[in-house]
């Protein structure tokens, strides 16, 4: 490289420069979920005040995260559409008829719960498919294909129930929607979890530091440890009691694996090149219209896992009303956790801290004797704000 | 034309720095494509030679566009004839990605990049590498930072594409095909929005290039880069090379001759000019994203009833963005003084100028026409008020006004119900043209009005457009077509770089004169 060339270099911007902005740009990127993180924590401060100590009790914070459980997995699916500006009203009708498959196989034909669970799950795959097919192969927009399958799929789960009730759905099952892992092994899993993480945080900033892309391991290893390491010590408090709930392992374990695929597999680059800029993915060789379809059959598979689970958690079938209004929850909380409607913006984690900032917010309140209708517009008012500073903030900048 | 000429391209270049083995790279024999009612690149031959920089040079519609794209892989292989030759292996790619599998990638003019994403993350979109089934971050980053350093881009590879400037992303975008392991590398127009610095940046890198052996296939308007960047310079025109010339053995006026041809222009007969209409002085166009870009920096201009202005410069020079600037539709910061009728306006936006009788017709058509509503309701668009006595739209006085105003126009429609998306491209323009008649507009802001038109309706809009100016209606005419302008107008302005250069009445202009000032000869 010629003398002329690196004198160009210093055009642009001097490597001093280069290092102090490559930590500002990062820390942008981080700097939503960490508002948002803040947001929650005094959210539950002022609660816990309000409440003269009640919100964080154990008990308290169990039932919360069971609330949030459903929601958040919806969410989390919820996410990975619009990132590639692609919506879906149909959650909570799929989640609704894959609790009836569950139901009449367990209930009413005596099927056991190892062979219906996975048929249950093949079925939400199924309801995700047909969405997928409809949009990528027909073209019909995602926003209409799945309004039809919000009618359609609550139309069939009331018309195979002939809008009864199925229930009680076998003890083995509802014995895991509300079972607890003992509290020893949860403290212990929690622990090997986060051992897991920051060996993986050290071994990944080992490797930039040998690629000479930073100088210290540490810096980078805390500032992805510490939010974690807080998440921890709240689950050991938690589960100091009676353990962790395997609904709230299960959501873990989801969150883990959506975390992974979206920001580090191939397919999550697509994900997010697809909402981005369509053209420059279809010009790197994205193919779209596979990416999109396998994107609602993993929304499918969302549906298979919340079916089974609230089914098991409330024992039984209810076509009219298991997951109602599901898909509003989880695109508010995807929202509000930071996603872009219009594409190519929006993090796992910031879906998880919005379905948990409106699950403290409908716990909070209820603990207050507040009604539902007052919840309702608490919650509309904090959406509405939740976008507007975004928007606001993003003009600023 | 050429053939006195042509024993000098033969002469070997010795001037020439850092060219490689000059071995022949790609080589086309007889490639002819062909469009419905066009014959855009016609039984072409062509040699590019690795370590090169070719310099593509031609008047719009002479087939450099089609030429690149069926180069690059963006037309089907069983759509044109003739045959392609990479290192004497035949060379006929099925799409984006088996053209670059062959070391051609095409950089177009439009910068395709994912704002949202990183720096790194564009780099290696969708060939990210991987361990364990998992992108390799690390690894990632590091090779982005080593292909800009490559290029002495120092920018951190965690930045996001979109906070860059556009020079950079063009950079970044250059060293992913660069990483991409190039051998032709085709950029068109790269220039059209960098500016002085960054273009000469670029070239440094462009040189950096040719010195490793990769040959550059550089498509411009811009002869003064052309000649100060290539090793030499390919004219075409109707489809068909015109000139192939190394550079030191070539001058400007010659090829500027090649391009124009000699064409003798018929030109508007000068009108009596009325009382002055728009007058604007000072005004200074920002780039919407980077608001320090001037777009276009102090143009004055006055425009007089019946008098038909030419607003001519290359891609970048600022035409368009003026005329959205005076419309009041240009997305950035607009500043500076514009008076219609000796009055100052402030703040302008569409529908203030639309209520002050003027009216805009742009180029792109699904910008300005609602495609997939009827030809009445596109006419009577920017009437609506002055058809809706109390508010209410009469809509038998809207219809008939339509059908009056289609008739008048001759606008080739079953019905003013049939979906303007359905016309054909002059028939669609005519619409626009009938809008503002029927909206009574006194000012007309025309971007590049004929653009994309068969010759035929070419023919009326012209006559339209002139029996509207006969009536008193003051028209800018943006226009990359020279020709054009000379037949149209009464003076042409000429713009480059977003100032206004060179001013001619339409009666002393030659598209020679309006090219080289628009180029900076």
Redo the contacts between chains.
């Keep these: 490289m010629s003398l002329d060339t690196d004198g160009q270099a210093e055009t642009i911007s001097a490597p001093d420069d280069g290092r102090s902005s490559f930590t500002r740009l990062r820390q942008q990127v981080a700097f939503r979920n960490y508002t948002l993180l803040l947001v929650v924590v005094v959210t539950w401060l002022v609660f816990q005040v309000l409440t003269n100590g009640i919100f964080l009790t154990q008990r308290n914070l169990t039932l919360l995260a069971l609330q949030t459980t459903i929601t958040a997995l919806a969410a989390i699916s919820a996410v990975m559409l619009i990132v590639t500006r692609n919506f879906d009203l149909s959650v909570g009708s799929a989640v609704a008829l894959v609790g009836v498959v569950v139901a009449w196989l367990t209930v009413r034909l005596d099927v056991d719960p190892l062979i219906a669970v996975p048929i249950a799950i093949l079925v939400g795959i199924a309801l995700g498919a047909w969405n997928g097919w409809w949009v990528t192969r027909v073209g019909v927009p995602s926003f209409i294909v799945t309004l039809a399958g919000l009618l359609v799929f609550r139309g069939v789960s009331l018309i195979i129930t002939n809008s009864a009730t199925i229930s009680p759905v076998p003890k083995s099952m509802t014995g895991f929607a509300t079972g607890f892992l003992p509290s020893a092994l949860s403290i212990a899993l929690v622990f090997v979890l986060f051992g897991g993480y920051a060996l993986f945080l050290v071994a990944d900033a080992r490797r930039a530091k040998a690629f000479g892309l930073i100088r210290d391991v540490g810096p980078q290893v805390m500032r992805m440890l510490i939010p974690a390491g807080i998440g921890a010590v709240i689950a050991v408090y938690v589960s100091s009691t009676n353990g962790l709930p395997l609904l709230v392992l299960l959501l873990g374990a989801c969150v883990l694996a959506a975390e992974v695929l979206m920001r580090r597999t191939r397919y999550g680059a697509q994900l997010y090149a697809i909402g981005g800029n369509p053209e420059a993915a279809r010009l790197s060789g994205v193919n779209i219209g596979r990416a999109i379809f396998w994107n609602f059959v993993i929304a499918g598979l969302a549906y298979g896992i919340i079916g089974v689970a609230l089914t098991a958690r409330v024992s039984g079938a209810v076509a009219g009303s298991a997951g109602l209004f599901l898909e509003l929850d989880a695109i508010t909380a995807a929202i509000i956790g930071g996603t872009s409607l219009a594409g190519g913006r929006g993090t796992i984690v910031g879906a998880l801290l919005g379905a948990a900032l409106m699950g403290s917010l409908n716990n909070g309140m209820s603990l207050l004797n507040v009604g539902t209708p007052y919840q309702d517009t608490a919650r509309g008012l904090v959406l509405l704000a939740a976008v507007a500073i975004d928007v606001v903030g993003r003009r600023r900048s | 034309m050429v053939t006195a000429e042509s024993g000098v391209t033969e002469a070997p270049s010795v001037t020439r720095e850092g060219v490689g083995d000059g071995a022949i790279l790609l080589a086309t024999r007889g490639l002819t494509k062909r469009f419905p009612g066009v014959l855009a690149v016609d039984d072409l031959s062509l040699d590019v030679r690795a370590g090169e920089i070719m310099a593509l040079l031609g008047p719009n519609g002479a087939g450099k566009s089609t030429l690149i794209q069926v180069l690059a892989g963006l037309h089907d292989p069983g759509s044109y004839l003739g045959d392609m030759v990479i290192d004497g292996l035949a060379y006929r790619p099925t799409?984006?990605?088996d053209a670059e599998r062959a070391g051609v990638v095409l950089i177009p003019q439009e910068i395709?990049?994912?704002?949202?994403?990183t720096v790194a993350?564009?780099m290696f979109?969708?060939?990210?590498p991987?361990r364990l089934?998992?992108?390799d971050?690390?690894?990632m980053?590091?090779a982005a930072?080593d292909g800009l350093?490559?290029?002495?881009?120092?920018?951190?590879v965690?930045?996001?594409m979109g906070?860059l400037d556009l020079a950079?992303q063009q950079l970044v975008v250059i060293a992913r095909a660069f990483a991409k392991r190039a051998r032709l590398l085709i950029l068109d127009e790269p220039t059209a929005a960098l500016t002085e610095?960054e273009t000469q940046?670029l070239f440094?890198?462009l040189r950096?290039l040719r010195s490793r052996g990769v040959a550059v296939i550089f498509v411009s308007h811009r002869l003064t880069e052309v000649f100060a960047i290539a090793d030499r310079i390919l004219v075409m025109r109707d489809g068909r090379v015109h000139g192939d010339h190394e550079v030191p053995a070539t001058t400007r006026e010659q090829v500027v001759h090649e391009m124009v041809g000699t064409i003798a222009g018929v030109h508007k007969e000068p009108g009596v000019p009325g009382p002055v209409v728009i007058e604007v002085s000072g005004l200074n166009v920002h780039d919407a994203d980077e608001p320090d870009r001037l777009r276009v920096a102090d143009a004055s201009l006055t425009l007089r009833a019946g008098e038909v202005v030419g607003l001519f410069g290359l891609v970048g020079a600022g035409c368009g963005a003026l005329a959205q600037a005076l419309f009041g539709s240009w997305p950035g910061r607009v500043e500076g003084s514009v008076r219609i009728d000796g009055q100052e306006i402030r703040g302008s936006d569409p529908s203030t100028s639309v209520r002050l009788g003027i009216g805009m017709m742009s180029q792109d058509r699904r910008e300005t026409l609602m495609l997939d509503a009827s030809v009445a309701d596109n006419i009577v668009l920017a009437s609506l008020e002055a058809l809706s006595p109390r508010g209410v739209l009469d809509v038998p006085r809207k219809q008939s006004v339509a059908a009056a105003q289609a008739a008048a126009l001759r606008i080739k429609a079953r019905s003013t119900s049939q979906r303007v998306g359905s016309l054909s491209g002059g028939n669609q323009q005519k619409v626009q043209v009938a809008r503002w008649l029927t909206a009574g507009s006194r000012v007309l802001l025309l971007d590049d009005p004929t653009r994309g038109v068969d010759v035929g309706a070419r023919a009326e809009i012209h006559a339209l457009l002139r029996q509207m100016a006969a009536d008193g209606c003051a028209q800018l005419l943006v226009s990359s077509d020279a020709e054009e302008l000379l037949e149209m107008c009464d003076r042409i302005v000429v713009m480059r770089g977003g100032v206004m250069v060179q001013e001619v009445p339409a009666a002393d202009a030659t598209e020679a004169i309006l090219l080289s000032a628009a180029a900076g000869l």
């Design positions: 799409s984006v990605a395709n990049v994912v704002p949202e994403m993350q564009n979109l969708n060939n990210e991987t089934g998992m992108i971050r690390p690894r980053h590091a930072r350093r490559d290029f002495g881009v120092g920018i951190p965690e930045a996001r906070a950079t610095g940046r440094v890198h950096d």
